[in-house]
């Protein structure tokens, strides 16, 4: 498994181009926009897009989802059916947030805890972290010991839980019952800002750092 981080929309989201170095399908994570520049990614790593994964349903995360699906012919999968309301008020979060106007769509497939997502040789297992919002998940290659959490959690911090459907303690318990049990090692991509793993955040994040929780 390779991928590259390319940071799209004012809001500098990192989407994630991933790809199966054996047969070259690749996927890409929460593109939020600049389409151009994700399909360029595609072309110079000779790659064929093989689906578009979502983590959750806010516009810089989706908001050029239904465009690359409709320029190159592939599935939009993903977030939990809890997201669907963000999708379907994509306009006005369109409006809210200063983006470009973007249509409300529905993915061809919604997924739930437990669901396993094939690229090539490569198998993303699926997880349902709420908090941040009610459907969001989270991918993780095992094999590689990488995860592509979006905006659950993040290098030195947590999702924010100030929107309509989050919930701070769900965000708390997903992060520690379903992150944390994945191992220390495991590296992570955030929705925003640089990499880390969970070993780190475990001993220094000053929101579920583990002495937090001591008794």
């Not at 979060?93 to 805890?113: E, I, M, N, R, Y």
């Amino acid at each position: 498994m390779k991928f590259q981080i390319i940071p799209v929309t004012p809001f500098q989201q990192n989407c994630s181009l991933i790809w199966c170095e054996q047969t070259r399908k690749a996927a890409v994570v929460d593109p939020g926009g600049d389409i151009d520049r994700i399909q360029t990614a595609i072309a110079e790593h000779g790659l064929t897009l093989d689906k578009i994964l979502l983590t959750h349903g806010h516009i810089d995360h989706v908001g050029g989802a239904a465009v690359l699906a409709k320029a190159t012919g592939v599935a939009i999968i993903g977030p939990h059916e809890a997201d669907s309301f963000w999708l379907e008020n994509l306009p006005m979060q369109s409006q809210k947030f200063g983006f470009p106007s973007v249509d409300k769509f529905v993915p061809a497939q919604f997924l739930d805890d437990g669901d396993t997502v094939e690229l090539g040789n490569i198998k993303l297992q699926v997880l349902h972290c709420p908090g941040h919002t009610p459907g969001h998940i989270v991918f993780v290659d095992t094999a590689a010991n990488m995860a592509w959490v979006g905006d659950v959690l993040f290098r030195g911090s947590i999702g924010r839980t100030d929107f309509p459907g989050s919930d701070h303690q769900a965000l708390l318990d997903s992060i520690r019952t379903k992150l944390w049990p994945l191992g220390e090692q495991v590296e992570f991509v955030p929705g925003h800002g640089p990499m880390s793993n969970f070993g780190d955040e475990r001993q220094h994040n000053p929101f579920v750092a583990d002495k937090l929780f001591e008794v």
